[in-house]
């Protein structure tokens, strides 16, 4: 069975430094990964995935994660965080060869930008 | 503009009185799904569509049904509510559809339930 582990529940990060909000994940196959954003009160924002290729993903807003394979890891980092990057993070991942409706999100980790 | 649509996006509701919460998208995505969130459990899906008439049951499906009788439609059926089912419940899609295949899910705003 495939999962998703998100090991902080918050992280706090103070306006112009590096945050990293991190995902771990299992699969039988190869993984699709994603991350998504949600702001309060609002659906989920797509921010990037990783299909093939690249191991280093950049998305929406700054951000880029690197697909590590051998550390079964997908990390969310972003160089420069700002007050408005705010919001709960999700990492979610699907078997690329398992079903395609079946795709599996973390418990979230809130992040709090502080100026 | 490509969205998905749920309805309706807060209702309070009783033990066992049945409620349906629609879902539509214009994408023409083949695949849907519904997600509840619940604080501390993240999203989890509920069930899913691969496309017309063709379902399967995700994580925690009791207490709920669902119908794909068309592609742009995916409704979520509580029969008969309780209160464990309060949540804050999602609809995504997700396909080749007529934006051609990103990868990425299409996320409705969200339906806020709670069973009294």
């Known amino acids: 069975a495939q999962s998703v582990a998100q090991p902080e529940d918050q992280v706090n990060v103070a306006e112009g430094n590096p945050l990293t909000v991190k995902c771990t994940y299992s699969?039988?196959?190869?993984?699709?990964l994603f991350w998504y954003v949600q702001y309060p009160n609002r659906g989920l924002q797509f921010l990037l995935k990783y299909i093939t290729g690249d191991n280093l993903v950049k998305g929406s807003y700054g951000f880029e994660a690197e697909f590590n394979k051998s550390q079964t890891s997908f990390h969310l980092k972003k160089p420069s965080a700002l007050v408005s990057d705010s919001a709960l993070y999700f990492c979610?991942?699907?078997?690329?060869?398992?079903?395609?409706?079946?795709?599996?999100f973390g418990k979230g980790t809130k992040l709090s930008v502080k100026p | 503009e490509a969205q998905v649509t749920q309805n309706p996006r807060y209702l309070i509701t009783v033990t066992g009185k049945k409620l349906t919460v629609t879902c539509s998208q214009n994408?023409?995505?083949?695949?849907m799904s519904w997600y509840r969130q619940d604080p501390g459990l993240g999203l989890r899906q509920i069930y899913y569509?691969?496309?017309?008439?063709?379902?399967d049951k995700g994580d925690v499906p009791e207490g709920y049904k669902v119908s794909r009788k068309e592609k742009r439609n995916f409704p979520l059926i509580l029969e008969s509510p309780s209160p464990n089912q309060t949540s804050l419940y999602f609809c995504a899609s997700w396909g080749s559809g007529s934006l051609g295949d990103t990868g990425e899910l299409f996320f409705g705003e969200g339906s806020r339930l709670t069973v009294l």
């Open positions: 979610a991942v699907r078997d690329k060869d398992g079903s395609q409706g079946n795709l599996i």
């Open positions: 569509s691969m496309n017309v008439e063709v379902t």
């Open positions: 994408m023409n995505h083949e695949y």
């Open positions: 699969v039988s196959g190869n993984p699709y």
